[in-house]
């Protein structure tokens, strides 16, 4: 017992530190308020350390339309943005107006694309054979790098940055702006920057007085690059690229949940890679949701331990409980001497001694399994079927017969019969 409770104390530790995420998270999930490695701490706070401040949109962007003066910045970096008509209105006349918008994401909503692009840009028929989605094409992919060397335009050397998981260099994705989308020299939209030399990974969108500046490579914006003495020039030089001195809008409530933009990611990833099949977690929302939220994993993972515990210890065959069964009561031997006690008190004894001549009989096919009638002398091999003496068998079959050939009889003879057989009970 003892044994079997420590295994039970050394698998709930286990389960507890597997679920509680000790070390690092090196998700990418572009949290301002959080220090993992793929999180905007630091550029949060480098940017709300500048003179024009730092104003957060946590709901909705119409607030980007209140300043109607000064120059101001929007910024969002992360994995995807989700736009709907409202907003992208209210965003398209934020910049229309003089202001800057700098995103930096794996990808451009669609809707938005379409619009800074033009659609005969961004849905390029005429040059390319295939469907309207761009990432079909594998031809203009620049592949999976651990090192990708970045340009920008301002910059005279070129910068080598590496993809990083749990602090090992790792294969990702290069994400990039197709040349075709800026297919039209009548639309202000120019490349700023470069990924892998023949690709662009940055570009100014004109829009009315202002500019959209979009950057393909959002990781490198985050936490573990920006306080890297080597790789925070990058994101330093392109930013300074696409900010004006004015505050800047932090946006939030464009951000849509890390599992979500998982899911996009991979996605994306699939055509490239070949894979097939359902991943659990990237197909499931609601279990991506859940692994996203240390609180929830650890309950999941507790309930998952729960559940193989009680299949490894109770979820074997077990016999079940047989039911105690009662022996039945005689009654009615009760019955007898009820019976026999009425009639003695009416003073019939011949009707009381055959009563318990009955009773007799009963008594030796209960315990002895003889079948005897008081009509006959009691069995030849009654001796030795009961262990009776000669003397006992003698005397019971005289008082026997005196009571069953007489009708009536006296009280003298009813207490000799009794005593006769009385000692049969006692075999």
Same mark, same amino acid.
């Given at each position: 017992?003892?044994?079997?409770?420590?295994?039970?104390?050394?698998?709930?530790?286990?389960?507890?530190?597997?679920?509680?995420?000790?070390?690092?998270?090196?998700?990418?999930?572009?949290?301002?308020?959080?220090?993992?490695?793929?999180?905007?701490?630091?550029?949060?706070?480098?940017?709300?350390?500048?003179?024009?401040?730092?104003?957060?949109?946590?709901?909705?962007?119409?607030?980007?339309?209140?300043?109607?003066?000064?120059?101001?910045?929007?910024?969002?970096?992360?994995?995807?943005?989700?736009?709907?008509?409202?907003?992208?209105?209210?965003?398209?006349?934020?910049?229309?107006?003089?202001?800057?918008?700098?995103?930096?994401?794996?990808?451009?909503?669609?809707?938005?694309?379409?619009?800074?692009?033009?659609?005969?840009?961004?849905?390029?028929?005429?040059?390319?054979?295939?469907?309207?989605?761009?990432?079909?094409?594998?031809?203009?992919?620049?592949?999976?790098?651990?090192?990708?060397?970045?340009?920008?335009?301002?910059?005279?050397?070129?910068?080598?940055?590496?993809?990083?998981?749990?602090?090992?260099?790792?294969?990702?994705?290069?994400?990039?702006?197709?040349?075709?989308?800026?297919?039209?020299?009548?639309?202000?939209?120019?490349?700023?920057?470069?990924?892998?030399?023949?690709?662009?990974?940055?570009?100014?969108?004109?829009?009315?007085?202002?500019?959209?500046?979009?950057?393909?490579?959002?990781?490198?914006?985050?936490?573990?690059?920006?306080?890297?003495?080597?790789?925070?020039?990058?994101?330093?030089?392109?930013?300074?690229?696409?900010?004006?001195?004015?505050?800047? =809008?932090?946006?939030? @409530? !464009?951000?849509?949940?890390?599992?979500?933009? *998982?899911? #996009? +990611?991979?996605? &994306?990833?699939? %055509?490239?890679?070949?894979?097939?099949?359902?991943?659990?977690?990237?197909?499931?929302?609601?279990?991506?949701?859940?692994?996203?939220?240390?609180?929830?994993?650890?309950?999941? =993972?507790?309930?998952? @331990? !729960?559940?193989?515990?009680?299949?490894?210890? *109770?979820? #074997? +065959?077990?016999? &079940?409980?047989? %039911?105690?069964?009662?022996?039945?009561?005689?009654?009615?031997?009760?019955?007898?001497?009820?019976?026999?006690?009425?009639?003695?008190?009416?003073?019939?004894?011949?009707?009381?001694?055959?009563?318990?001549?009955?009773?007799?009989?009963?008594?030796?096919?209960?315990?002895?399994?003889?079948?005897?009638?008081?009509?006959?002398?009691?069995?030849?091999?009654?001796?030795?079927?009961?262990?009776?003496?000669?003397?006992?068998?003698?005397?019971?079959?005289?008082?026997?017969?005196?009571?069953?050939?007489?009708?009536?009889?006296?009280?003298?003879?009813?207490?000799?019969?009794?005593?006769?057989?009385?000692?049969?009970?006692?075999?």
């Amino acid at each position: 017992m003892r044994s079997a409770r420590t295994f039970f104390q050394w698998a709930a530790l286990c389960v507890v530190l597997f679920a509680s995420g000790c070390g690092l998270d090196w998700r990418e999930s572009y949290d301002y308020t959080d220090d993992d490695p793929f999180d905007l701490y630091v550029l949060h706070q480098l940017l709300q350390a500048r003179d024009g401040g730092l104003t957060m949109l946590q709901d909705s962007l119409p607030a980007l339309s209140a300043d109607e003066e000064e120059v101001a910045n929007y910024v969002f970096v992360g994995s995807y943005a989700y736009y709907n008509e409202n907003e992208i209105t209210h965003l398209l006349d934020f910049v229309e107006r003089g202001n800057n918008a700098f995103i930096a994401a794996d990808e451009l909503p669609e809707e938005l694309a379409e619009m800074l692009y033009g659609s005969d840009c961004y849905f390029n028929y005429d040059e390319y054979d295939y469907s309207t989605t761009y990432d079909d094409d594998y031809s203009i992919r620049p592949g999976y790098h651990d090192t990708v060397q970045l340009t920008l335009e301002t910059a005279g050397e070129p910068y080598q940055l590496v993809h990083v998981y749990d602090w090992k260099p790792t294969r990702d994705r290069v994400n990039f702006v197709p040349d075709y989308h800026l297919c039209d020299p009548e639309i202000d939209n120019v490349s700023l920057g470069t990924v892998d030399t023949n690709f662009i990974g940055y570009v100014r969108l004109n829009w009315g007085k202002g500019n959209f500046y979009f950057n393909t490579q959002p990781k490198f914006f985050t936490n573990f690059y920006l306080v890297d003495s080597t790789s925070y020039h990058y994101a330093e030089d392109a930013l300074a690229i696409a900010l004006n001195d004015g505050p800047i =809008y932090w946006d939030e @409530a !464009s951000r849509i949940p890390p599992a979500v933009a *998982r899911q #996009k +990611r991979e996605a &994306r990833n699939r %055509p490239a890679r070949q894979l097939t099949g359902r991943n659990l977690l990237s197909g499931n929302e609601s279990l991506s949701y859940i692994q996203d939220n240390p609180a929830l994993a650890l309950a999941w =993972y507790l309930l998952l @331990a !729960s559940v193989l515990l009680y299949v490894f210890f *109770r979820g #074997k +065959r077990r016999q &079940r409980i047989i %039911p105690i069964i009662n022996q039945r009561e005689n009654s009615s031997k009760r019955f007898i001497d009820t019976l026999s006690r009425l009639i003695y008190q009416k003073g019939n004894h011949g009707a009381l001694a055959r009563q318990e001549l009955r009773s007799l009989r009963f008594h030796l096919q209960d315990k002895f399994g003889i079948r005897w009638q008081p009509s006959e002398p009691l069995p030849k091999n009654f001796a030795e079927l009961t262990g009776a003496s000669a003397t006992l068998i003698e005397g019971a079959n005289i008082e026997i017969k005196i009571v069953h050939d007489k009708r009536s009889i006296d009280e003298t003879a009813l207490v000799r019969f009794y005593r006769a057989i009385e000692p049969i009970y006692h075999l």
